[in-house]
Nanobody
Framework: QVQLVESGGGLVQPGGSLRLSCATS????????MGWYRQAPGDQRELVAR???????DYADSVKGRFTISRDNTKNTVYLQMTSLKPEDTAVYYC?????????WGQGTQVTVSS
């Protein structure tokens, strides 16, 4: 059974930083992409950032220059470093992985940016 375990969400003031982590049970050899999506109340889920198995990274325009996605292959973990956070970044953040056996989601972690 594929597992994606997320951590690192919370409440932060505008301009602050957070780092999200997502550990997966999937072998890195079976992963096509790992990334983060987010969903705010009343909105559709949207891509935030994604890494391919070839090392290419994609970012939503709204987070470019502020968020950085990275991966530690020794820990099968992907990270999302978020800086200069804005209230509009408030959402539930979901880890996602596309693998040789399917597309999988984490349970989500809440990020709230508020003073």
């Amino acid at each position: 059974q594929v597992q994606l375990v997320e951590s690192g969400g919370g409440l932060v003031q505008p301009g602050g930083s957070l780092r999200l982590s997502c550990a997966t049970s999937v072998s890195i050899y079976d992963i096509y992409t790992m990334g983060w999506y987010r969903q705010a109340p009343g909105d559709q889920r949207e891509l935030v950032a994604r890494l391919t198995n070839r090392g290419r990274s994609d970012y939503a325009d709204s987070v470019k220059g502020r968020f950085t996605i990275s991966r530690d292959n020794t820990k099968n973990t992907v990270y999302l470093q978020m800086t200069s956070l804005k209230p509009e970044d408030t959402a539930v953040y979901y880890c996602n992985t596309e693998t040789t056996t399917g597309n999988y989601w984490g349970q989500g972690t809440q990020v709230t940016v508020s003073s």
